[in-house]
């Protein structure tokens, strides 16, 4: 009873931690809003005994404090600073729309939640909180709940055509106590084609919601950089839906911070499409990453494929929770998951939980979790050549979390990650 | 180049000598082979040489140059000039040979203070030794040992050699695992480098490579010491008769 008392507490307290919109909303909006926010009251808020949250204590998520989190300043080059792409900042969550590129991209239109919202009809109707709702089935999400109940920043993002350059979110964090709903919602049309890229801590602390339907043969690539503001908070959740020979490919970053949890749902509904999550990490000291995934495999002859590769030392945890479920009559699915990490000392922890349900018969699905030591062998032999031991070992780390990165396609987008670890482990060096 | 003194080495997680009191001087641009037999020290000698971990040295020095070597990190050694080519060359998947070769070259020339080579000034020292050693572009681009045959994983060590241009060269049987063709053109590798600035000490079973790389030297190393030494015709002694003739003479 005490448990299900807090979680219905916890529930309360942060409904009311975030405030209502004061401008009238569009009835849509008004009814997205409401099926969350009866999901949330029915579930509850995390709870550390709750079977999704046991490796990932959710108090720092769900804390009615807000945290203080420093803010970095200093002259770094940001990530994907590169690339062409269509830039469009946050400042603590709030659209920056004088710090930002024209949101004008060939092929894509791109809105603004809160105008959408103001809407009586609108097609994000169709997506927003919708397949939020169906990710909340069987394993409670909660926080994505709330989100969706409470959000009033983001974007929405319609693609019709392939598109030429990626829409790139950039996440600034300036205020020490903000605390953000950020919620983006993206269709894309058939045989159309988006890339979104994200960066930046974005606030002391994150709840994030991205929604992502793909029509048929259409794709989607994401590709994001967590970082920054060590001891900001995050929670984001990415919910993907697949219709036939559609492509799903993202790919994560995470270096710093003290807590981030990166949910990915994803539901195949239409035959022979493809969808691909990896992510690589680096943590060092009270760094906390939790991956926790859910792939539906509902259609025919579809691949999924899990990458994760954590780097982790000085007492950093790295948890991966990830799950495969094939339906009855997905036949032909090819499901792949692997989960390793390299633990750089003794004080380091990686929990892992692997999970395959299926309920077809011809099916290939394979896991794979292993947890081990720099190798060293390999690290002698480099030594053994004139290279310095801390340049070695960041030699293996990269090459271990290579094989995670390699899961981009685009290798403009692959090499701008290789820079951010780069960057990073040279300024961890003794 | 080389002092040994009285090297005592113990394995560090067991009570177990290995080497027992190793007494050896390689000359400059000398050629020294040492010959044994199974478990006699031989590859111990060499890691404890290149500092590897898991070894205590009990007693003994061993100077290069006339600095003490065994004070020195792997990597320090290599930059001192030491040069170790691996009985079984360590495959480092995710690291591409290049990398790997520019990362080595370069901090080396750091570790000394000379000016670092640029990737168009190293990709032109590269291609041209790495031709003469018959090893293809291919060969370079992959990660560090990974799928390489035996033979290429050897000529891939005389490559880093070459390139590291160290003063003093440990080959750990370098010829195991090598057919005749193959042994021939990391030979030629080995003997292309010969000068009187550098040094060899090749440790090897068989007399057949020392018919390709012609030491000054030979020594027969037996239960952790060096027990007889001569010219190169030592070696076609053992090659012809074995050791037990050489071990009951010492005994």
């Not at chain 1, 060939?106 to 603004?112: R, W």
Request: hydrophobic content about 40%.
């Amino acid at each position: 009873m005490a448990i299900a008392q807090a979680k219905y507490d916890g529930a309360e307290a942060l409904i009311n931690a975030y405030a209502d919109p004061s401008w009238v909303l569009g009835a849509w909006a008004v009814k997205a809003r409401a099926t969350a926010l009866a999901t949330l009251r029915a579930q509850g808020a995390p709870h550390r005994f709750d079977e999704y949250w046991k490796y990932t204590n959710p108090a720092k998520l769900i804390d009615p404090d807000t945290p203080t989190v420093p803010v970095l300043r200093d002259a770094e080059d940001r990530p994907f600073h590169d690339v062409d792409r269509v830039k469009l900042v946050f400042v603590d969550g709030v659209f920056a729309p004088e710090r930002s590129d024209d949101p004008k991209l060939s092929g894509v239109e791109i809105e603004p939640l809160k105008s959408a919202m103001q809407s009586d009809i609108h097609w994000a109707a169709e997506v927003f909180g919708k397949l939020e709702a169906s990710g909340q089935n069987p394993v409670a999400r909660p926080l994505a709940a709330l989100n969706t109940a409470k959000a009033t920043t983001g974007f929405v993002l319609r693609a019709t055509a392939k598109s030429d350059r990626p829409v790139s979110f950039i996440y600034l964090h300036e205020n020490e106590k903000s605390d953000t709903l950020i919620h983006h919602v993206v269709k894309v049309e058939e045989g159309a084609s988006l890339t979104i890229l994200e960066n930046g801590p974005a606030a002391a602390r994150l709840n994030m919601v991205l929604e992502i339907d793909i029509a048929d043969g259409a794709s989607f690539h994401h590709v994001r950089a967590q970082g920054r503001d060590h001891q900001r908070r995050a929670a984001t959740h990415l919910f993907a839906r697949l219709g036939k020979e559609s492509t799903f490919k993202s790919f994560t970053l995470t270096v710093n911070g003290v807590m981030t949890r990166n949910e990915a749902v994803v539901e195949f509904t239409g035959d022979d499409a493809h969808a691909t999550i990896a992510a690589a990490c680096a943590g060092d000291g009270d760094f906390h990453n939790d991956n926790t995934v859910f792939v539906t495999h509902d259609a025919v002859n579809c691949e999924s494929r899990q990458v994760f590769k954590k780097v982790l030392r000085n007492g950093a945890t790295g948890v991966f929770q990830g799950k495969i479920l094939v339906k009855a009559g997905a036949q032909k699915t090819d499901g792949y998951q692997i989960s390793q990490a390299l633990l750089l000392d003794d004080d380091s922890n990686f929990l892992a939980k692997p999970e395959l349900e299926i309920y077809a018969d011809d099916v290939a699905c394979s896991h794979g979790s292993t947890c081990g030591a720099i190798d060293d062998e390999a690290l002698f032999y480099l030594a053994s050549r004139g290279i310095p031991r801390a340049i070695a070992q960041d030699m293996l780390v990269m090459a271990f979390l290579a094989e995670a990165i390699e899961e981009i396609d685009d290798p403009t987008l692959a090499e701008e990650i290789h820079k951010r670890l780069s960057a990073w482990m040279e300024r961890r060096r003794d | 180049m080389l002092n040994i003194s009285n090297l005592h080495v113990a394995l560090e997680d067991e009570d177990k000598q290995i080497l027992k009191g190793v007494d050896l001087t390689v000359g400059d641009g000398q050629v020294h082979a040492i010959m044994g037999p199974n478990g006699s020290g031989k590859s111990t000698l060499s890691y404890v040489l290149s500092g590897k971990g898991g070894y205590e040295v009990t007693a003994g020095s061993a100077q290069l140059n006339g600095v003490d070597l065994l004070e020195m990190e792997p990597e320090e050694r290599a930059a001192a000039g030491l040069f170790l080519a691996f009985q079984y060359p360590v495959e480092i998947p995710g690291v591409g040979n290049m990398t790997f070769l520019r990362t080595a070259v370069n901090s080396q020339r750091k570790a000394r203070g000379e000016a670092e080579l640029t990737a168009g000034e190293f990709l032109n020292i590269v291609r041209e030794k790495a031709k003469s050693l018959k090893i293809d572009a291919d060969m370079l681009k992959r990660p560090v040992n990974v799928g390489f045959s035996g033979g290429e994983k050897k000529r891939n060590e005389i490559l880093q050699m070459a390139m590291l241009e160290p003063k003093m060269c440990i080959l750990d049987e370098t010829d195991s695992g090598l057919d005749v063709d193959a042994m021939k053109l990391v030979a030629e590798g080995v003997n292309a480098l010969r000068s009187e600035g550098r040094s060899f000490l090749v440790i090897t079973h068989y007399q057949r490579l020392l018919d390709h790389i012609k030491p000054d030297v030979v020594h027969i190393m037996a239960n952790g010491r060096i027990i007889k030494s001569g010219g190169p015709e030592l070696a076609l002694e053992v090659e012809n008769n074995g050791y037990a003739d050489l071990l009951a003479e010492v005994a």
